[in-house]
């Protein structure tokens, strides 16, 4: 289920068929295998679970499902156009054998 647009935290919500176990998930969608920008702070990100998709608009889209511990542990540190700090994750961070179409870290429903 998506959530409203520019809502805080998830992206959508993943939810078991009797809806006793939900999981908030922040999706980020990339064209291409580009660094998934993270913004000025590692502490504004919320959700636990994260899915980061490249080839998103073609007809063989890879997700990559990690956790927001990995994210936070992966994510760059340096400076970006306009000269302020900010943080991003790295395809070489993301784009692992052990992340890629990984749904059943999510865990049964």
Do not use: F
Not at 77 to 88: C, D
Request: net charge neutral.
């Amino acid at each position: 289920m998506p959530t409203v647009r520019n809502a805080r935290g998830a992206d959508l919500y993943a939810a078991s068929d009797d809806e006793t176990r939900v999981l908030p998930i922040q999706s980020k969608a990339l064209s291409k295998r580009v660094p998934v920008p993270l913004g000025n702070s590692l502490d504004n990100l919320r959700s636990y679970w994260w899915v980061v998709t490249i080839n998103a608009n073609s007809d063989l889209p890879t997700c990559y499902v990690l956790t927001l511990e990995e994210v936070k542990a992966a994510a760059h540190q340096g400076v970006n156009a306009a000269g302020k700090l900010s943080y991003w994750l790295q395809p070489k961070a993301y784009a692992t054998e052990a992340y890629r179409e990984a749904w059943d870290r999510l865990g049964s429903p």
